[in-house]
């Protein structure tokens, strides 16, 4: 940093030099003070300004290019005037805009060209319809010639790469943006494909940001706006976030400008609120009567005098509005819905303070444990899955996940992945949720999703589901091959009666289930040797005691079946301990990361699959003492949580310790007795 407090910047001749070439490549530029439409102006405006105030966010230049297909790219630019003030990136190799707490670092981003780039693209991905962005940044200096030499750093940031950005290529000057050259250039940043690995690690990193967020978003509320009950909050973030999704040709996204709380009926910010959300819902083609359910549902919080209230200009309403878009827009812009709307329910189902009341048992499955269900499941792109319980649909969510990669992996024609794709999220998934409040969450979940929540219900799966489609093929069975749970723990056996429901409602398949391990020691006794009759149970897995830390603290254990099988007495049955699973869990308010993976838990929860599938010859971090294969008694029903026996029998290794350690024992003795005489002599 020294020299550059002695060098002088040479920024002023590094713009004049990039602004040079663009004029010369007769580009339309806006420069910083200047407009490039209203609504990429607005959103620079809208987001925090580059020292973490609000407004006052200009690059240095902007242009807005189309390519031969008529799609519109914001081009943001950067200069700076020094030699080494390029880009900063982190040890992952990733443009470096966040702290260890996951908060926008704006001493990198206010230094370095490219990193200042990159953050006005969030600003564009985050408050406008544009999904792909281009941050180049440029800087320079004179060398010992008085010669300017510089350096240019292009980034593509886009919905696809989760708006962290990657590099593009080397360029010397901006003739990739030339009118002859765009298309080529559009062509290139097209082919740049994340692997799946890369996929899962952005999405981690985004999650943590995400956690960082909602705690920020849940305390203003509940410090800041007085009268919102715990459900009204819920409700408000699920409207917020339906009127801001929009349709692409279809609805607008709601902006925070089209709210005027106003106090004239019929145009109050609730009422515009609901007129975006119905368009959006029309626009879905979501059946009639789950479409007036949710109208109806948030009708009851959005319509309310008190949060329409104008008071300054602005009602709670609107106030609130722009908090939920400022601190969490981002997330849904960019697609990164499942882990998204797995953390956002985590955070709401602590709002809706469940764990005052009788409900306790409602407690969301950690999203990691969600996938390795749905792998214990077997769940494949041709999967048929069901879920009697659903909650939020988390457990969907990773199905379908599982679902769509399998997919992706498996087929070649891209019209024929869309097609399967398209089915997978309209057919092949049903979930049945009975508490109005969190079966909201799950349909938001699914319409985040992309599928219109065509297959959640709103009804009691034990008393009026009979198997059918809700929607669509309502005549027709769902072909359930797959059955994920959670269940309710205060229900009849611990939830086990979901169970058996369920696996007596499907011809073929497995079923995974997570459950108080007492359903498996005596409380759901008539229930598991029902189940035994027509299934088979495949594993019984001990889970961490800590898996629902700060949730809940009850002992869980996982069972895995094998459907319309019977289970023979001297069926084999993997009994696992996975009380260390590799991760440790703090339950900290204001840590960045409650969940930390201290001892290869991806290695193990992968092994853990493996185990279950294709028996003993999978140990390979786990040993005897945590896998053991042993065999139940079906008419007993209390059996199911047994452990590796511990063995007895003594060894001949054994016996000359014992013996060594008596021979020590006898000779110590005798030398104290010897002592004593001693003193005794002596005196």
Known sequence: MSNNNTKKSIEPNIAELANGWLKSYNLEYKLEQESLNSEIDKALENYYSKNGGV????????LLLKDKNSNYYPILIEYKGYKDKLLKLNDKGEIDNRTLKNESNFKNINSYAVNGAVHYANAILHHTSYTDIIAIGMTGFKNEKDEIEHQIGVYYVSKSNFGIGQNVGEYSDFSFLKSQNFDKFID????LQLSQEEIDKLKEQREKEIDTSLIKLNNDIYQNEKGLGENDRVYLVAAAIIATLGIAGKVSPLEKDDLKSSNESGNTDGDIIIRKIESFLFEKKLQQNKKDLIIRTLKNTLTTENINKVENGESQLKRVFIKIVDDLGIYYKIGLTTDFTGKLFNEMYGWLGFSQDKLNDVVLTPSYVANLLVKLARVNKDSYVWDFATGSAGLLVAAMNEMLIDAKNNINSPEELLQKEIKIKSEQLLGLELLSSV???AILNMILMG???SNILNKDSLIDFDGNYGFGKTEDKFPADAFVLNPPYSANGNGMNFVEKALGMMSRGYGSIIIQNSAGSGKAKEYNIKIL??????ASIKMPMD??????????????????EKHDKDDVVKFIDFSNDGYTRTNRKKASNNLKDTNKAKERYEELVNLVRFGKRKLNIFTDKEYYEGTIDPKNGAD???TAPIDTKPTLKDFKKTVSDYLAWEVSNILKKQDKEDESLGK
Do not use: C, E
Not at 550 to 561: E, P
């Open 640 to 642: 199911w949580n047994q």
């Open 547 to 564: 898996l629902f830390i700060g949730k809940s603290s009850v002992q869980t254990n996982i069972y895995v079946f094998k459907v319309n």
């Open 55 to 62: 407004g006052g966010n200009r690059p240095d230049t902007k």
């Open 451 to 453: 599928d219109g929540s």
């Open 439 to 441: 079966y909201m969450l």
């Open 188 to 191: 290139k940043i097209k082919t």
């Open 533 to 538: 009759a027509k299934h088979t149970l495949v």
